[in-house]
């Protein structure tokens, strides 16, 4: 818990600090919950619900936005490699109208390599986000790292942490493209075989290359696996 204590700390003082001296900031929270079902050897499947919430628009206060719903499959192909794709439904009309309900459609690959505790991931995915009014193709890399706190290898009731960068191109007809960046941080908890506990946050600079606005997230997830 000293981890999580600390991490909570250093982020609501960064969070207070550039909330008070820049311009177009956001603070959401976006708790969730995720099944991970293993078929085979080789192919998975993940189902998620999440809520995502204003605590920050200008003043503080807390205001549902929207809740997703997704399905994602995962297919090994080779030592640390893997091919997914998925399914995303986006209920925000009911929480923040005239915000436009969504449907995403993800294409993702993966490959990971290990040295030593340290796993480095990368990961592409093409999307396409569904509107009455639009679609939007988005194009997002993935770089990341994570390791356990204690020890080589991560065993129940031990933390874990993790941290990634990933930088995003959005492009749709009849409109300039639109470059976003996000910096990603977890600690969690591997609580026993089947479940683990995150606790996180994340930056997002967002359209950066014309009028950047800044969005920060606070970030808990609840993961099962069978």
Not at 48 to 66: G, M
């Amino acid at each position: 818990m000293y981890y999580i204590k600390s991490f909570v700390i250093v982020l609501s003082f960064f969070f207070s600090i550039t909330t008070f001296s820049q311009e177009n900031v956001t603070g959401y929270f976006q708790p969730d919950i995720s099944l991970n079902y293993k078929v085979s050897s080789n192919y998975s499947h993940n189902f998620k619900i999440a809520q995502r919430a204003f605590i920050y628009e200008d003043n503080f206060s807390y205001r549902t936005r929207q809740v997703d719903l997704s399905h994602f499959s995962t297919l090994k192909v080779g030592f640390h490699q893997s091919l997914g794709v998925g399914i995303q439904y986006r209920f925000r009309n009911t929480f923040d109208a005239p915000g436009e309900n969504e449907l995403r459609i993800t294409e993702q690959y993966k490959f990971s390599h290990t040295y030593g505790n340290l796993t480095l991931g990368n990961r592409f995915r093409a999307e396409q986000r569904i509107t009455p009014e639009k679609t939007i193709h988005r194009f997002r890399y993935r770089l990341s790292l994570n390791a356990p706190l204690k020890g080589e290898k991560l065993d129940i009731g031990e933390p874990y942490f993790s941290i990634s960068a990933e930088p995003l191109l959005s492009v749709a007809e009849s409109r300039k493209p639109i470059y976003d960046q996000r910096l990603t941080s977890h600690f969690g908890y591997l609580l026993n075989r089947e479940t683990r506990l995150e606790v996180g946050a994340e930056y997002r600079a967002e359209d950066y290359n014309k009028n950047t606005h800044h969005i920060y997230f606070l970030l808990t997830s609840l993961i099962f696996s069978l």
